[in-house]
């Protein structure tokens, strides 16, 4: 066969006499033996490219022709299939037909009337607001707070020190926390990083509560940026996006300080989304392997029956934060240094 010279492809490392395309499959033209992570090529070898003499005589022969054209249809064949996979930007993945879309069935399926019933009613008791003053613009507080950390590219870091407790207790996707105000800014410099231009754009806000209990209030809003640094999914791509979520919130007064603060979040965002439109292979995307956010029935994220309390498990934690600040300033103490939180 007459030499093939191809700019995708690789000078094989132990023949320079052969020219190699990755791939998947060992070619049956490829008798010689070799390491595991060599023999999963196709190789194509030739040296001298072919003359003018040599494409005549080569066509006077018409199983040859058949053959040279069935070779061209293999190759091509690899190409298509082999060469997007391996120089795709930032790991992507080629795009694939989507799954088949199904009518819905006609009538509720019998396997649902079989499967355990949930009454969400025991929730309604718990969600009762005490009687209090309600003089304080909570969603007023939420607008403007947000606004000053995140769109007025302003002084970042005094805006968080400003509107988030110390114990501040941010709850995400997947079951994850970040506990206490270094958390917070850390996240909030790495999201800014990889969106320079990020903005949130606040749909709508209700908030439920008094001046002394505090308020829970809820904030639907739709985040938009480019995607010009490394984020929590993966490197760079340049790519623009548009996501939407949902925000819970804890706001209270500071009984220290008298800055309304918030005190807790629970938020959800269409990561799905985002992650699609940077063209990320989810995949390799950091990730726990399942959604760990514990089932608390009955017992809503915040109560203020009797009296204000977060759910167990955020409580908790957010206990055991301050006990580590509180052993941190103990030890900071003891070696002669300064407290480092209040």
């Not at 995140?150 to 970042?156: A, F, I, K, P, S």
């Not at 996240?187 to 800014?192: D, F, P, W």
């Amino acid at each position: 066969m007459f030499g093939l010279h191809q700019p995708f492809l690789k000078v094989s490392r132990e023949d320079s006499g052969r020219y190699v395309l990755p791939g998947d499959f060992s070619s049956p033209h490829d008798n010689s033996s070799r390491q595991e992570n060599e023999s999963k090529i196709l190789v194509y070898s030739g040296s001298t490219p072919a003359t003018f003499h040599d494409m005549v005589q080569l066509f006077k022969r018409p199983c040859d022709v058949l053959l040279v054209f069935l070779t061209g249809l293999l190759l091509g064949a690899v190409i298509a299939n082999r060469v997007p996979h391996q120089y795709l930007p930032n790991g992507a993945t080629p795009s694939a037909s989507p799954y088949s879309t199904f009518e819905p069935p006609a009538t509720v399926p019998a396997e649902y009337f079989a499967a355990k019933p949930l009454n969400n009613s025991c929730l309604i008791d718990n969600l009762q607001i005490p009687d209090g003053p309600q003089t304080f613009d909570a969603c007023g507080f939420v607008i403007r707070s947000t606004d000053e950390v995140w769109n007025l590219r302003g002084d970042v870091t005094a805006a968080i020190d400003k509107y988030f407790h110390d114990d501040y207790v941010n709850a995400g996707s997947w079951g994850r926390r970040g506990i206490g105000k270094k958390a917070l800014h850390d996240a909030v410099l790495a999201e800014m990083r990889a969106f320079p231009d990020i903005q949130i754009h606040i749909t709508d806000c209700v908030c439920k509560g008094n001046d002394i209990a505090g308020y829970k209030c809820a904030m639907p809003d739709i985040l938009d940026g480019t995607n010009m640094g490394p984020s929590a999914y993966g490197p760079a791509t340049g790519k623009y996006a548009r996501w939407t979520g949902l925000v819970e919130s804890l706001v209270k007064k500071n009984a220290r300080t008298g800055q309304w603060q918030y005190v807790a979040e629970w938020g959800v965002h269409d990561e799905w989304a985002l992650i699609q439109q940077l063209g990320l292979d989810f995949r390799k995307v950091p990730h726990p392997k399942r959604n760990n956010e514990p089932l608390h029935d009955c017992k809503p994220l915040l109560s203020f029956h009797p009296s204000l309390k977060m759910d167990s498990t955020d409580e908790r934690d957010k206990q055991l934060h301050r006990q580590a600040i509180i052993s941190a300033d103990r030890a900071s103490l003891r070696a002669g240094m300064p407290e480092k939180h209040p």
